[in-house]
């Protein structure tokens, strides 16, 4: 049965979760801890699989208990229900918690938030990857990116556009703006999926303090470096070639964000497992093989899985995380509702246009497309603005 630990300082608040929850209990094993301290009395005595947690506590707060978690069990979903709104505390709270909640909030959102995160789990059963996936709150993002988006902060005639144009060219910098955009924290009516909505709904006050907590990236591994740059040049092409061969402006905006994070699990293997990620990539080099079929096989998932993993705890929406799972595995054939095929044919396409002898792609899966000249030019053309 799912653990679920519930901490707030509150007596009231606890109570009135287990009241709520009631109905719970057949699917959810519920402890409500009174404060920091019994919530890591509670965490030794048994495991669990989510912990939702209030932010502004004696003694232990939440964002304390929260790193605690994230280095001990970080394969527990970190939920914070607060009702304490200071954005900049909440910009520090995104760093460590998969979602973030305001209450008093309806049981349905929380309900909803909870089985999002706990059905997200089931996309990566290998527990060791899991624990790799889920000790991580955010991706890495290029010093210059971070340098040239604090700069247009201060500058009062930055628009919308070019902020979005700064975010949109570094991975972890759009997976960060888009988890907060889409967080229960500010409860917009609607998922948020394009870096420019997402800019938009969050305002330059909220990008800038995203921006003033971008250093903390660094604490889980080191970026740069010759493949983060490669893989980060990968990522802007597949994003590129995905917004232009979308068939409408909505999808192209959803297909752009999901080609951006489409390997954001390369990057957590890259920094993580080390050697295991570097065997598998010279193991499918030697072989010839696809190097997701490698992973299977050596690490027991792939890196679309992992990513898709990490993205989905971080509740993006739907549209974003299942191109990121199926872009190895899904059809390559842009069908006009399907952002997956999109970004698995675009994901193909810029694999093809870097290295046309490589093995990341089914050449004879393109050839057999329709109107893959046109395909191919576009993507031609995408990596020939990127050179």
Known sequence: MTRILFVDDEVAILEGLRNVLRGERKRWNMTFAEGGAAAMDALEKEPFDAIVTDMRMPGMDGLELL????????????????????????AEASVVAHQLITKPCETDVLRSALERALRVQSLLTNEKLREVAGSLSTLPSAPRIYQALTAALEDPDSDVKKLAAIVEKDVGMSSRV??????????????????????VCL????VRHLALTFEVFNAWGPAGGPAFDSL???????????????????????AFAAGLLHDAGRLVLMSRTGDQFRE??????????????????????????VGAYLLGLWDLPHDVVEPVALHHTGALRPEPSDTAAVVALADALAHE?????????DRAELDGLGDIARYREIARAESRALA
């Open 67 to 90: 790193r605690h978690v994230r280095q001990s069990r970080p394969q527990m979903a970190r939920i914070v229900l607060s009702g304490y709104a200071e954005l900049g505390q909440a």
């Open 178 to 199: 888009l988890k907060f955009a889409n967080s229960a924290y500010f409860g917009f009516a609607q998922r948020v999926s394009s870096i420019e909505s997402a800019i």
């Open 203 to 206: 305002g330059t006050t909220a």
């Open 232 to 254: 980060e040049k990968h990522s802007l092409l597949v994003a590129r070639i995905a917004r232009k061969t979308a068939k409408n402006r909505a999808r192209a905006d959803v």
């Open 280 to 305: 598998a990539q010279e193991e499918a080099q030697r072989r010839r093989k696809p190097l997701h079929v490698v992973e299977t096989e050596l690490l027991g998932a792939t890196h679309a899985e």
């Open 353 to 361: 246009a870097l290295d046309p002898n490589g093995t990341e792609y």
